[in-house]
């Protein structure tokens, strides 16, 4: 991104010629790809026209004034299609922005689009959504990831720079491993979720994706920083892009958890991870076995919270305030029907999920024994970075699989075996590419630290990013 900006700053190239670019990119390659809901053509030229006002003026926004993003289609944006890429919000435009897409706005970074994920952001392959599955760039037969599989898409399809993305429970790193692009899930509460239309409030995360991890920590310090309109929002400054110091990794103290390397995970990943901690620890980094066994029960505690707090979230989609109506003779039988003609599957089975487990039958047998296993879990992991100063894991058990090859949901909600234990921890983590298949496919690797210590895993990164040959900026 760095080399984009100086031409910029040198005029050697115009924001609005950069836009075009990109746009043009978009036309050859989304047809097979479908990671766009909205394509905002005129909207984004006219920005970067302004950004390019900016610049002959000298007083551009910001250093990456005029670089075009996308955002996930859950994220409010001004006047622009909000759909949740679900039949209920299909004619939804917000009159406000998300507080994210009014950092992007402040830095000057004009908004291409909006990118396609499953509805409502339920679901780990981007197949469930109203606008059809988005494809995986290296193979468009397999999945992108999801539920940004969009976003992710977009970044490894060359149609986007950088793009945001939500995470749940792995809804930026899985896409981003299956994709072979860089994402980051940042500490609950460092980004701001204004605006971000909620799936489960607790677990819901806000964070970027982009080819490298330099790009990703330059996307990120536009996110970041405390927000009164977000409640969750943490009560913490700015952050600022590290100066990527390679002697971070001279005593490094790195957690391998084992319980991540059993039954389950591919082999080619297994050994391009270990490959990636090996060269970590030639490099002067220790390598210490810990354990993380609670990892056994994050999925189902997972589950368990994600579809009861969607249930909630969710109630508020009747036909009245939001979506389209359908009529009926009686409210109770408008709202049933409303719902039933605009949600799509998945979401219908997780919302009865949810109300299920919060029934006053059920609640304490599910929803509060789940909300005991997550304190377990959140402490278990604290105590690990007590003693290590990273946790590395694999991102995903298997590189991204087929287009409607897993048709049982309980296999898709086994792709954020490795990833949901940070968002119920809410401890940062990171997936960056550490090499490909036989087949050419996409692997990711996982570097999880401490609260707010974003700087260290990014650092810890960029190193495995350099190791693996990858750490290519946008241009």
């Known amino acids: 991104m760095k080399k984009l900006a100086q031409l910029l700053e040198s005029k050697q190239v115009s924001s609005e ?14 047809s097979e790809i479908n990671a766009f809901i909205t394509v905002d053509e005129d909207g984004v030229l006219q920005q970067a026209r302004a950004a390019d006002q900016r610049r ?86 397999r999945v992108s990831g999801g539920s940004s599989g969009g976003s992710a898409a977009a970044v490894a399809a060359e149609m986007i720079p950088w793009a945001l993305g939500t995470d749940t429970g792995g809804s930026i790193r899985q896409p981003a491993s ?44 536009l996110l970041a920083g405390s927000d009164p309109g977000d409640s969750t929002s943490a009560q913490i400054g700015p952050f600022a892009v590290p100066s990527w110091d390679g002697s971070v990794v001279k005593g490094l103290k790195i957690g391998v958890p ?104 059920q609640y304490e047998a599910y929803y509060e024994q789940a909300q005991k296993v997550r304190t377990i879990i959140k402490q278990e992991v604290s105590e690990a970075l007590k003693q290590v100063d990273v946790i590395i894991t694999p991102t995903t058990p298997t590189p991204a699989f087929k287009i409607g090859e897993k048709r049982d949901p309980l296999e898709l909600y086994l792709s954020d075996l490795y990833t949901a234990i940070a968002n119920l921890s809410g401890v940062p983590a990171l997936s960056l590419p ?23 895993i990014l650092q810890v990164g960029s190193l495995i990013e350099q190791g693996v040959g990858g750490g290519v900026s946008g241009d």
């Open 56 to 141: 002959a003026q000298g007083s551009p926004l910001s250093k990456w004034d005029g670089i075009p993003i996308a955002i996930k289609d859950n994220i409010s944006t001004q006047g622009l299609l909000t759909s949740c890429a679900s039949k209920f919000l299909s004619n939804y435009k917000p009159v406000f922005d998300a507080t994210v897409v009014s950092k992007l706005k402040q830095a000057g970074l004009p908004i291409i689009g909006k990118t396609n994920l499953d509805e409502f952001a339920m679901g780990s392959s981007t197949e469930y959504s109203t606008y059809g599955a988005t494809c995986n760039p290296h193979d468009i037969e």
């Open 434 to 456: 550490c090499g490909t298949t036989s087949a050419g496919l996409p692997m990711g690797v996982q570097v999880m630290g401490d609260y707010f210590s974003e700087e260290l």
């Open 178 to 221: 299956f994709c072979g692009v860089v994402g980051l899930k940042p500490t609950y509460g460092r980004v701001s979720r204004f605006g971000v239309v909620a799936l489960a409030p607790s677990l819901d995360h806000v964070g970027p994706l982009a080819k490298s991890v330099e790009d990703v920590a330059i996307l990120f310090s």
């Open 258 to 361: 084992e319980e991540f390397f059993s039954t389950g995970l591919n082999s080619e990943v297994e050994q391009a991870v270990r490959n990636s901690l090996k060269m970590l620890e030639e490099q002067g980094a220790t390598l210490i076995p810990i354990s993380l066994a609670s990892n056994a029960y994050a999925i189902d505690t997972y589950l368990t919270i994600v579809t009861a707090e969607a249930s909630s979230s969710l109630a508020r989609f009747d036909g009245i305030r939001y979506g389209e109506r359908v009529d009926a003779e009686d409210t109770n039988t408008m709202y049933a029907k409303s719902r039933a003609a605009g949600f799509g599957t998945e979401v219908k089975r997780r919302i009865m999920l949810g109300t299920y487990v919060l029934s006053a039958s």
């Open 17 to 30: 010629e950069v836009a075009q670019k990109y746009l043009n990119r978009i036309k050859e390659k989304d």
